[in-house]
T-cell receptor, first 116, second 111 residues
Framework: DTEVTQTPKHLVMGMTNKKSLKCEQHMGHRAMYWYKQKAKKPPELMFVYSYEKLSINESVPSRFSPECPNSSLLNLHLHALQPEDSALYLC???????????????FGQGTRLTVV | GQQVMQIPQYQHVQEGEDFTTYCNSSTTLSNIQWYKQRPGGHPVFLIQLVKSGEVKKQKRLTFQFGEAKKNSSLHITATQTTDVGTYFCASTASGTYKYIFGTGTRLKVLA
């Protein structure tokens, strides 16, 4: 199984809603990532979890809250988002290495989020 | 911080023509990875280069890592309509899991 599964595929939410994005992998990868991608732009790193601990937070606003319940799951909790947060949210995972990112990242199909 | 630029931003080619995208960094890279993202899809890993001057081939695709490890290129010979998409280079800041993506080159192939 070389898949990263993300749910839901599409999400429309109001600015006062609370929702969660989910990501799952069963490849035994110990590094998991959240990326945000706007149209015609590269993926932008948000968070990195390594061995279920948050290791990188790229100064993401607190209305985005990541959670790693176990080594296979990664969530992104959303609260009080703004319309400019509408984007494709990608989850990825990779093998760990002695120095960090030394192997390919496997991406999920993403959640297309629209904030109204 | 680490920045990776790609040129060109867009390229339209006739089917059968060759295509090259270039990735340039302001700092020395520990590695370079290439990903392809089809329209409406997600990034899919193509290859990783680690050694200075390394060249790798995958069928019609040739990947090169510069001698100074500050640039890389992806060359596609005789493009096909299935090559359509955006090609990103990416690299990790040394000793971290911080994958940083280049700006991307969007390829359109006209049949």
């Amino acid at each position: 199984d070389t898949e990263v599964t993300q749910t839901p595929k599409h999400l429309v939410m109001g600015m006062t809603n609370k929702k969660s994005l989910k990501c799952e992998q069963h490849m035994g990868h110990r590094a998991m990532y959240w990326y945000k991608q706007k149209a015609k732009k590269p993926p932008e790193l948000m968070f990195v979890y390594s061995y279920e601990k948050l290791s990188i937070n790229e100064s993401v606003p607190s209305r985005f809250s990541p959670e790693c319940p176990n080594s296979s799951l990664l969530n992104l909790h959303l609260h009080a988002l703004q319309p400019e947060d509408s984007a494709l949210y990608l989850c990825a995972s990779s093998q760990d290495g002695p120095a960090g990112g030394e192997s390919e990242a496997f991406f999920g199909q993403g959640t297309r989020l629209t904030v109204v | 911080g680490q920045q990776v630029m790609q040129i060109p931003q867009y390229q339209h080619v006739q089917e059968g023509e060759d295509f090259t995208t270039y990735c340039n960094s302001s700092t020395t890279l520990s590695n370079i990875q290439w990903y392809k993202q089809r329209p409406g899809g997600h990034p899919v890993f193509l290859i990783q280069l680690v050694k200075s001057g390394e060249v790798k081939k995958q069928k019609r695709l040739t990947f090169q890592f510069g001698e100074a490890k500050k640039n890389s290129s992806l060359h596609i010979t005789a493009t096909q309509t299935t090559d359509v998409g955006t090609y990103f280079c990416a690299s990790t800041a040394s000793g971290t899991y911080k994958y940083i993506f280049g700006t991307g080159t969007r390829l359109k192939v006209l049949a």
